[in-house]
């Protein structure tokens, strides 16, 4: 949960994070509640007053529409969340959605925040519905600049934004470091890399929809700028910012090319692993019919003689030849004459 600079808050709900009214940059309050925040606006007719809230209720969110007269459409979203990032204009009030994102070392995973910026003449509003971004940082930066501060509520939105794209930088960093060790995976045969790829693919098609949107909402809020003629200082802040996304969503881009690229190649090793299996199986195959045509070719050889020496065995009297003086040697080359003939036709069909 955000910590805030100053007195800490207490809130029944727990959801008011951070809330303090400034004037030429400088805090001159810390309300402990949004009544206190209305009273204080009203006695201070140029201060401006910078709400942080943390997932709160319907009637904290009414209460705020009600003050600040909000579109319920813009109340609608916030309350619902689940929103893609965008930048929508309500009148005086300007509703800025953003996906904050921070990568997680120990679970190698990227987790993603959403973040509602409300902002109007006089005031800024946030709603978190996650622990990221980490707004405290930023009311510190700001505190710490208060010319950049009394620029006005613009200039907060800008250091909003400004930081949520900063802290995309850690989770390009992360993403990289995990696409060159499935790299090393693919190639070393990993049988897990396919479900790491698929995983990486979602994390990365999440970040792209979190950062796609910055470019437009950007450009547009330059244009706003332009027309309620904001100083040229906050401008060229701007333009950093989208430079930053710029070069974000280029490598963002590109980290999708490769790992659809790394799909493929582990699709084609694992393709090439498994008909060289095949290959080795046939090849086992082969030689054990050769095995096989051998045996076989020997027992028919063995055999021949076997059938000739059993018929000629038989101690028949009336049997034919039984007394003929070349009856043995009759025998025995018969026995040789059908082995070799046996021998020559296997030879020539290459089982032996």
Known sequence: MEHETGPSITHPTGSIVGSAVYRGGERVSSPTSLGEVYRQLDELPDALAWIGLYRPDEAQIASLAEEFDLHHLAVEDAITAHQRPKLERYGDTLLVVLRAARYVDAAEEVEFGELHVFVGARFVATVRHAESPDLSTVRARMEADPELLGRGPEAVLYAIMDTVVDEYSPVVAGLSNDIDEIEIEVFNGDPAVSRRIYEL????????????????????????????????????????????????????????????????????????????????????????????????????????????????????????????????????????????????????????
């Not at 989208?242 to 694992?270: C, I, P, S, W, Y």
């Not at 063995?302 to 000739?308: C, D, G, I, S």
């Not at 003929?324 to 059908?338: D, E, N, S, T």
Request: charged content about 20%; some cysteine.
């Open 201 to 352: 693919s979602r994390e990365v098609i999440e970040f792209q929809r979190a950062i796609h949107p910055l470019p437009g909402m950007i450009a547009s809020l330059a244009a706003g700028f332009d027309k309620y003629g904001i100083d040229e200082e906050l401008r060229r802040h701007l333009r950093d910012v989208a430079d930053h996304v710029t070069v974000v969503n280029e490598k963002v881009d590109g980290f999708r090319q490769l790992l659809r690229d790394m799909l493929t190649v582990n699709a084609t090793l694992v393709a090439q692993r498994q008909n060289e299996e095949m290959k080795s199986l046939s090849e086992a195959s082969n030689l054990q019919n050769e095995e096989v045509k051998k045996i076989s070719a020997w027992a028919a050889i063995l055999f021949a003689p076997t059938l000739v020496g059993t018929v000629y065995g038989m101690n028949f009297d009336h049997m034919p030849e039984l007394h003929w003086y070349w009856g043995y040697p009759f025998a025995v080359c018969a026995m040789l004459m059908v082995s070799l003939t046996l021998y020559v036709v296997f030879s020539k069909r290459g089982w032996l």
